[in-house]
């Protein structure tokens, strides 16, 4: 079955920089679009970053951008947030998805993704 294992998260100063990985299995990784998605405390989902199936196109909110790098290794069906310069408000659960429907852009509804990781907490203190 499809499975997908965010690690990475954890605490750190403003400023600071974090990267978080998500394991895939249970599907052909390097067919699909993969997504990063967080949920602040109190709010509701946020699409962050997309990457398309051969890495080659990827796509950030506008507030993260700049920031934030996705990447993904095909090879080893894994995906990555680079997250540098963080701020206080990137405080989330973040969780790497995918979505089954196909696309030539990025899909940005979260509710149209059909696999979710358990998430990873990433806390940025003032």
């Known amino acids: 079955q499809v499975q997908l294992l965010e690690s990475g998260g954890g605490l750190v100063q403003t400023g600071g920089s974090l990267r978080l990985s998500c394991a895939a299995s249970g599907f052909t990784f390097s067919s699909y679009w993969m997504y990063w998605v967080r949920q602040a405390p109190g709010k509701g989902l946020e699409w962050v970053s997309a990457i398309r199936f051969g890495g080659d196109r990827t796509y950030y909110a506008d507030s993260v951008k700049g920031r934030f790098t996705i990447s993904r290794d095909n090879a080893k069906n894994t995906l990555a947030l680079q997250m540098n310069s963080l701020k206080p408000e990137d405080t989330a659960v973040y969780y790497c998805?995918?979505?089954?429907?196909?696309?030539?852009?990025?899909?940005?509804?979260?509710?149209?993704?059909?696999?979710w990781g358990q998430g990873t907490q990433v806390t940025v203190s003032s």
């Open positions: 998805a995918k979505s089954s429907k196909p696309a030539i852009v990025p899909v940005t509804r979260v509710d149209e993704y059909d696999y």
